[in-house]
């Protein structure tokens, strides 16, 4: 067994000992390895409203374990409560804060383990980067997923709701029962939103035990699962397995396979990439274009499929898509079980898991093949993401493909630009939006902004029949996992850096050609130019272009847009170089 961290720092803090006396420990716990059971437990969401019972479960498994749990928490914060106001651009710096507190309380206690417990978009993500950068060992307990509501309602029905209500479409009346109804437990949202996402991408990394992603929140088994995972991080405490022997190239290359088969939140080409960042591997936003190429569509959840994401752990889960990707995936990649990902599979298969919740299916006369696609016979022979570039994104942005129809895979229309999306929302929903319009919003990225998603204004635009399948919607600024219709995000280098997106005027043409990854601008006003012409007249405009001043001069998110590097590289903060 390695020597206990904890135990060292008896010997130099004179008070530690009594000061953990005072809160209740007996003696015999000083001893014991101390665990970090860390949750994001709070008030602030349906996903984290629970997760305060998963961390009670925890530490009693911890105990069981002959450990001494230390339970903290950072409760992280909503998108969806975001959306609309100003708070949605701390939601990516609040990944970055996370990790720091996480840090903070792990390295101020010289703990020797951490159990990390979470469910959402950036708490997720946020216990990652922690796990990697303390690099002690680790296991991540997701929270599990929401119920659908009555007839299948969802969160994601609620913006569409939204704007019929202001179009008075529908009353209040009835957009107050389909609010009322579209939450009806606690856990993630029911889609495959980047809160499922990230869930599913955490098992899939290794890093959370085999089964555990998007288990019911509301449900003994998501109790007893915490149960186990605290038994397994004194394992891995005892044989010295650590996130970097599981965290490695391989593992974020079969995170992306995953992501391809489920058709998995754009947000996950942030993520993933801070995270290589953390652990010193190479890794951007543009390999997950390559993988989805080559890697079948499986998951049949919204909003691009059918079912609600609770459904996909009664179809198996994650061992199930996985072991439909198999023939593609890293095999020998070592996990939190103590096991490579090939053996966790034929245990798994052995012990006839894929099959253990289907029951839940029969009460709706569902297959689970019917949720997950066999890999022989997928929804689609690739993924959902693409990775354009061009003159509009030299450093590249991020389609959801899936979400477009045939018409919009190859698109040209004139560019209306504007500088925040509050502009641009007032804009599409008061009808000044024509069809064949580029929609541009920049200033949005990660340092003029801080990336917000931009969700509610694409679904803005796919509510308007004249527009959803007439206009594109490109920004620097990001998307929800439910975003639908013609959204480009991500686009690199961002407005307030001097990227191309900075030197577009109203009238330009903008094309837009998926097949080929394209995204061009490929008119000045309206008129047809070449390449050549085209860079002279952006030349031209850069000369009389200055960066704006910056946004914020204050508080978290001045540090923040200082220091965030390019959305591609996955909007982690870098100190500057010296």
């Known amino acids: ?83 609309g106001h100003e708070g949605m651009n701390y939601s990516l710096a609040f990944r970055e804060v996370m990790a720091q507190l996480v840090e903070i309380q792990a390295q101020s206690q010289q703990v020797d383990a951490l159990l990390l417990i979470s469910s959402c978009d950036k708490s997720i993500p946020a216990h990652l980067l922690a796990a990697a950068r303390l690099n002690i060992p680790a296991v991540l307990l997701p929270g599990g997923s929401m119920e659908v509501g009555p007839a299948g309602l969802y969160q994601g029905d609620i913006p569409g709701c939204f704007f019929k209500l202001k179009k008075e479409h529908i009353s209040a009346a009835e957009f107050q029962q389909t609010s009322e109804d579209a939450t009806p437990t606690c856990g993630a949202c029911q889609f495959m939103g980047t809160a499922s996402t990230m869930q599913v991408l955490t098992e899939a990394l290794g890093l959370a035990l085999p089964g555990s992603a998007l288990a019911p929140a509301n449900s003994n088994y998501i109790l007893r699962g915490a149960r186990q995972a605290a ?85 198996g889960g994650v061992p199930r898509v996985m072991w439909e990707l198999r023939d593609y995936l890293h095999l020998k990649v070592l996990t939190v079980t103590g096991k490579t990902v090939g053996q966790n599979l034929d245990d798994w298969k ?30 689609s022979k690739a993924g959902s993401l693409a990775v354009l570039k061009g003159s509009l994104a030299p450093e590249g942005a991020l389609i959801k493909h899936s979400a477009l129809s045939p018409q919009m895979q190859k698109f040209c229309g004139k560019a209306r630009v504007f500088d925040s999306e509050e502009e641009a929302l007032a804009a599409v929903t008061g009808g000044a939006i024509s069809p064949n319009t580029a929609v541009i919003v920049r200033y949005e990225g990660p340092r003029a902004a801080g990336m917000p998603e931009l969700y509610l204004l694409s679904q803005a635009i796919c ?89 914020y001069s204050r508080g978290v998110l001045s540090i923040y847009t200082r220091l965030a590097t390019s959305a591609m590289k996955g909007a982690y903060m870098e100190a500057p170089s010296q």
Not at 361 to 374: A, F, S
Not at 500 to 516: H, M, R, T, Y
Request: net charge neutral; with cysteine; proline share 7%.
């Open 1 to 83: 067994m390695p020597i206990a961290r904890s135990q060292r720092i008896r010997g130099l803090s004179a008070q530690a000992d009594s000061l953990r006396l005072g809160m209740g420990w007996s003696v015999d716990d000083l001893a014991k390895p101390q665990v970090l059971v860390n949750s994001s437990a709070g008030e602030a969401h349906p996903g984290s409203i629970h997760l305060d019972q998963l961390a009670a479960q925890a530490g009693i498994g911890v105990f069981e374990g002959g450990g001494r749990p230390i339970s903290t928490t950072v409760s992280d914060i909503c998108d969806g409560i975001a959306q």
């Open 231 to 315: 038994k397994q991080i004194l394992k891995l405490f005892k044989t010295g397995i650590t996130p970097k022997d599981i965290l490695t190239q391989e593992a974020l290359e079969n995170a992306i396979m995953v992501h391809a088969a489920i058709g998995g939140s754009s947000n996950a080409a942030l993520h993933l990439p801070a995270l290589a960042h953390e652990l010193g591997l190479r890794l951007d936003a543009l390999r997950f274009d390559p993988i989805h190429r080559k890697i079948p569509y499986l998951a049949n959840i919204l909003p691009s499929g059918a079912y609600p994401a609770q459904w996909l752990w009664y179809a």
């Open 350 to 379: 052995k012990a006839g898991y894929f099959d253990r919740y289907s029951g839940y299916l029969e009460n709706y006369k569902v297959k689970p093949e019917q949720v997950i696609y066999l890999a022989k016979k997928p929804i």
């Open 463 to 551: 509510c308007q029949p004249e527009l959803a399948d007439a206009a594109v919607l490109i920004t620097d600024g990001r998307f929800s996992g439910a975003a639908a219709g013609p959204a480009i995000g991500h686009v690199s280098p961002e407005a307030f850096a001097g990227g191309p997106l900075a030197l577009i005027e109203d009238g330009d043409l903008i094309e837009l050609d998926v097949q080929k990854r394209r995204l061009d601008i490929v008119g000045i006003n309206g008129t047809r130019l070449n390449d050549s012409e085209i860079q002279q007249a952006l030349a031209k405009r850069k000369t009389c272009w200055h960066s704006p001043p910056p946004k």
